[in-house]
């Protein structure tokens, strides 16, 4: 008989959860709440030279119109902080990524790539043809992510970030359907 103290793969899921942290289990893909908006509102100011209110998330997340998904980290203590969210407006059969950030702290592990991914199969489900968003053209992260997720350049916006600091702006289409 195996020996319960160390076999890991014999151990019972609740001694699990000790062992795990700091680096701690894969955040969830929820929708997100109005209660949301502050924590939100924090993340975007840390992403972004001009970060969204929370009155501004806060009327987002509670447009019909806007699928708005947040990534949470779940804590020892039950609490399940976001670390990352992604807004998306529908119009029709089209759609446009608003955002997508994830916390300094939480990059690099995939979550961008979860949200997006649950957006756009969400979208897909709503039927909705073509998904477009505008991306700095100096943002390599950014643009490494859509590229995967099949997002191709369809435009060019010379100068359209040139007031918060930033360059070109690349219009990106991805066909759903
Ligand atoms: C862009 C952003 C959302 C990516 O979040 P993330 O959770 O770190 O992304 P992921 O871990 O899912 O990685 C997505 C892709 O980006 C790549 N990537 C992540 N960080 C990178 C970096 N610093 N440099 C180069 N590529 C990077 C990953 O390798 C991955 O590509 P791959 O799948 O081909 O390997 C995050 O950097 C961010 O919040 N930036 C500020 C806000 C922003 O610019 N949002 C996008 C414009 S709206």
Redesign the pocket.
């Known amino acids: 008989m195996a020996n319960l103290w160390w076999d890991p793969s014999a151990w019972p899921m609740s001694w699990w959860p000790m062992s795990w942290w700091p680096a701690g289990p894969p955040p969830l893909i929820d929708a997100a709440a109005a209660a949301d908006a502050p924590a939100l509102a924090e993340i975007h100011a840390a ?2 030279a001009r970060g969204w209110s929370e009155a501004e998330l806060e009327a987002l997340v509670a447009d019909p119109a806007v699928d708005a998904l947040v990534a949470r980290r779940a804590s020892p203590f039950g609490t399940r902080r976001p670390v ?1 969210f992604a807004l998306c407006r529908r119009a029709g059969e089209e759609a446009e ?1 608003l ?4 916390s300094p702290h ?9 949200l997006t991914e649950t957006l756009l199969r969400r979208l897909y489900a709503e039927r909705v043809a073509a998904v477009f ?1 505008e ?2 053209a100096g ?4 643009l ?2 859509y590229r ?1 997720l099949r997002f191709h350049q369809v435009g060019e916006r010379r100068g359209y970030y040139a007031g918060s600091g930033g360059g070109h702006a690349l219009v990106m289409r991805c066909d759903l359907l």
């Open positions: 992403c972004f990352g990524v955002t997508v950030a994830v939480w990059r690099g592990r995939g979550v961008a790539t979860e968003l991306v700095d943002n390599v992260p950014a490494a992510l995967r």
